[in-house]
């Protein structure tokens, strides 16, 4: 098997293999790692198909961790894709609307972002152990919500690692709250802050860029990482699932081998979707790659016009996991477009920084070829989860919907019938509030609880345990800091 290296987007010359790519997380010149080729398939998609999704997990995975073992790379599936799921299926297809759903969410917080934070601390502790860092793994987290809890979730109780997660004391539901302040694990810690989400995003990258916090965490044998989403070990479990919804098809014989299929995937940071990319290189038959965006419609504007640009009014929707107006991940895939020409990819993003925009070339428009973009706005949303419910008797969250919605636009529009894969990324009972608006709009209560219950009595889809047992789980995190109290915090935890 070929070795892989990873470099940076922007050119700086370290080549890195897997696992120190995975403990770096961001570049030296804030690049994002790319592997130095897209490995093609080597197990037949028919084989594939007689795997569950552990072994399918491997196949894929193995190709680009060249430099973990065999060994290494089976305990780290085996660690993160167990009982924590509530299905042996991991992510099973469900049918409904002329699409096939690849159910996202049932791991530990009912989201996607739980298919990559499962697997990650595990990829990072080994990464550690293969390069002979012997430093506690310490990983600090700003959030307006989800990716806390997932990353809480991931990390909670992996030996070598301890987490930091701060949240806007204010600033976040009261379901995430709960599922925050009752997360165990000796080796978690949340704090909320008085301040706004920018205020804690901003207080974690002072902590991280503090020298002498670095020095006094290096005494005690700790360094800090990062587990947001443009760590290549997020990206690389997120192909697995594509390979396998894929394979499933195949299996159940809704398709024949070699037959295309669309993948729909409502975006916003654009990781979800670049791995469907990389799954369509590594050997997937897919057609198009429909990229669907909520009013914040940054890359629905880039894929018709070549033009990328942020500057622009920021929209709060009911697909809050999708409001962002850059696209971080999308600097893989200009990389990649323009023939992983560095100087290129650096330039552009200079520009995106200094003025909020930039063009790019035809011949980069040209290969943006299998890609299509859409998006859809607040009552197409709600109107896309009420007639699904009410034709099919299927509930899909907000985010799902913003696909859906995409979906049946670009599917009436382009008379394209071929096989559809709809990621859906969220559980409904994540954002009870929007959907029961969109399929109870007389019904109103104050209490996530009380709208979970609702929410089952209408749809009779069973409650899920990530929500069932926070209601009453002891709360056991209750430090409240102020903003420029942050670092003591994390001192006072890391000497516990
Ligand atoms: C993070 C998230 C998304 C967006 O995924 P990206 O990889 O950032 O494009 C969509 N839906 C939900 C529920 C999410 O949590």
């Not at 290296?5 to 897997?18: I, K, Q, V, W």
């Not at 894709?81 to 530990?108: M, Q, S, V």
């Not at 539901?173 to 008085?194: C, E, F, R, W």
């Not at 081998?257 to 038959?285: K, R």
């Amino acid at each position: 098997m070929k070795e892989i290296t990873y470099s940076s987007t922007r050119g700086a010359d370290e080549c890195l293999t897997a696992s120190q790519a995975i403990l770096n997380g961001l570049a030296s010149d804030g690049g994002l790692y790319v592997p130095d080729h897209i490995p093609v398939l080597e197990t037949g998609l028919q084989n594939l198909a007689r795997m569950d999704y552990r072994h399918v997990a491997f196949e894929v995975m193995r190709l680009f961790l060249t430099d973990y073992t065999d060994d290494e790379l089976r305990r780290c599936i085996d660690a993160a894709y167990d009982d924590k799921f509530d299905t042996e299926e991991i992510a099973p297809l469900a049918e409904a609307a002329d699409a096939f759903f690849l159910e996202l969410y049932h791991g530990a917080t009912i989201a996607f972002k739980d298919m990559a934070l499962s697997i990650l601390p595990h990829l990072m502790t080994t990464a550690a152990a293969k390069n002979h860092v012997d430093s506690e793994i310490v990983i600090l987290t700003a959030t307006s919500g989800d990716t806390g809890k997932a990353a809480l979730a991931g990390f909670a109780s992996v030996p070598g690692t301890r987490i930091i997660v701060f949240y806007p004391k204010d600033g976040v539901s009261p379901i995430q709250k709960q599922q925050m302040i009752t997360q165990q694990g000796d080796n978690t810690h949340v704090v909320g802050i008085n301040g706004n989400f920018d205020n804690a995003q901003t207080g974690v990258k002072k902590l991280f860029a503090d020298q002498e916090l670095r020095k006094w965490m290096e005494e005690r044998g700790m360094r800090f990482s990062s587990a947001n989403s443009i760590n290549i070990g997020r990206l690389i479990p997120q192909i697995v699932y594509y390979v396998y919804a894929y394979t499933r098809l195949l299996k159940e014989e809704r398709i024949t081998e070699g037959a295309p299929i669309n993948v729909v995937v409502p975006t916003g940071n654009f990781g979800n979707i670049l791995a469907a990319y990389y799954a369509g290189q590594m050997g997937i038959p897919i057609a198009k790659l429909i990229c669907a965006s909520n009013e914040n419609k940054v890359l629905y504007d880039f894929f018709s016009s070549g033009t990328y640009d942020r500057n622009r009014e920021f929209i709060l929707t009911s697909s809050p996991s999708m409001d962002i107006l850059i696209s971080s991940n999308l600097e893989r895939l200009i990389y990649h477009i323009s023939g992983n020409d560095a100087t290129k990819c650096r330039t552009l993003m200079e520009l995106l920084a200094r003025t909020g925009r930039y063009d790019i070339s035809d011949d980069m428009k040209a290969k943006l070829e299998p890609f299509a973009g859409g998006y859809c706005d607040e009552a197409q949303t709600l109107n896309t989860i009420k007639s699904i419910y009410e034709s099919c008797g299927y509930l899909i969250d907000t985010h799902t919907a913003v696909a859906a919605g995409v979906y049946r636009s670009y599917r009436e529009k382009s008379g394209d019938k071929t096989p559809a894969v709809i990621a859906s990324t969220a559980s409904p009972y994540k954002f009870t509030g929007s959907v029961l608006r969109a399929i109870d709009p007389e019904y109103s209560s104050d209490d996530d609880f009380d709208k979970a219950d609702r929410l089952y009595e209408l749809s009779k889809v069973p409650i899920p345990k990530a929500v069932s047992e926070i209601r009453t789980a002891p709360i056991l995190h209750r430090t409240i800091c102020e903003v420029d109290e942050m670092e003591q915090a994390v001192k006072d935890f890391l000497s516990r």
